[in-house]
């Protein structure tokens, strides 16, 4: 660990730097993607009142909620936890010990919304009147569907699809032990929550889970993923059918997203497909970087990137990158006032440079032990307002204390040690400075970004 004096801070101005020539892709300043600041996968995206809702599933492999994520430009996002589904009120006694993941949230024809999330290895349904909830059990708090509808393979990764004429479908099913699973799907009545039918094994080749349905050139587009999202073999791919129902034949350019190892691209797949400014996207999530990480922990977090539909009903390859640039969306998020970063070096790699590049696959980390401090340098004196601090776990509690200083050496405190979570965490401390030092407690705190306003 190295410590650098305030006045001696040795970082580059991030907000208007280059990346220099041999500066990894990912780690470039100014990166869109990933789109969310922690550690998610899964993620159903949708639209209402002007404001974009991202669901997910919370890394480290599942948790007890489900992570949901709002905006109102698409890029500056806010975590919440929903009241509903949690592992405590949606489970069985045929659920299993696995968590809460893999929502699909859906608005039916009758104006309400729904969600389909897997809660163990069972399906369960929930309602609210908007994304933003509140939301409740649908089905008299008993799964949709239960694991031992087809207990060689786990029953999760429910999505809903609701066709041009109003009628809903729900297609769903995963391997067991990273082998390829099973699909299944059945038409919904229009409380969507009854099966209209039996379901049906609609499974198409290279199988293994995480269906999506799109419709385009008049045709039922089939996606799924298949291989192992803990190494790098997950995939996206696709097979068309003329009816809901198929049959489904793997297309001839499938799979269409995939691990691109020159483009620091690693097991894309578990996605949604929408629309934003007259043009489709897919949202998927892929492993964190640097890949591997160490220890055993499986953290992926949240891309999102241009997608094709072709008039002929077929996809093309998408092209994944870190640009992350969305037409609809903000072209770029708020990043506050400019500052140069010093303080605790645990590694270049999560240097204090990390904390003001505005790029969400790159983090500051504190001293593995001890208490860690993360410095920035405003350039002059002016009024600082407010931070928001993007902690590198949106759930789970940080300890920050804020202080300023004129010189870089007397410091006084503005912001007293307390202990908060989600993301950002505002912290309000105002006063006018040229320095501002972020004190953290927790031995190896990671920071995305830390968000000065004047």
Known sequence: MMRYPAVALAAVLLCAAAPVADTPRWEAPGAGNPLLPGYFADPSIVRDGGRWYVFATIDPWGDDRLGLWTS?????????????????????????????????????????????????????????????????????????IKRDFAPAYHMIDAEAFVDDDGQAYLYWGSGLNWVNGHCFVVRLKPDMVTFDGTPRDVTPEGYFEAPFMVKAGGRYLLTYSDGNTTKDTYKVRYAVGATPFGPFREAANSPILETHRERDVVSPGHHAIFRSGGQSYILYHRQALPWPQSGDAVLRQIAVDPISLRGDGTIAKVTPGHGGAVAGFAPRRARGLPWQAGGDTVAALHAPAKAADDNYATLWRAPATGSGTLVADLGRRQRVARSLIRPEYATRPYRFAVEASDDGRRWKPVAAAATRSGSPIAIDHAVTARYLRLRTQEPGAGIWEWTILP
């Open 72 to 144: 109102d430009n698409g890029r500056d996002w806010r975590f919440s936890l929903p009241d509903w589904p949690t592992k405590q009120a949606a489970t069985s006694p045929t659920s299993g010990d696995a968590k809460v993941w893999a929502p699909s949230v859906v608005k039916a024809p009758n104006g309400r919304w729904y969600m389909y999330v897997s809660v163990g290895s069972e399906v369960w349904v929930g309602t609210a009147p908007s994304p933003a909830g509140p939301w409740r059990d649908a089905n008299g708090g008993q799964p949709l």
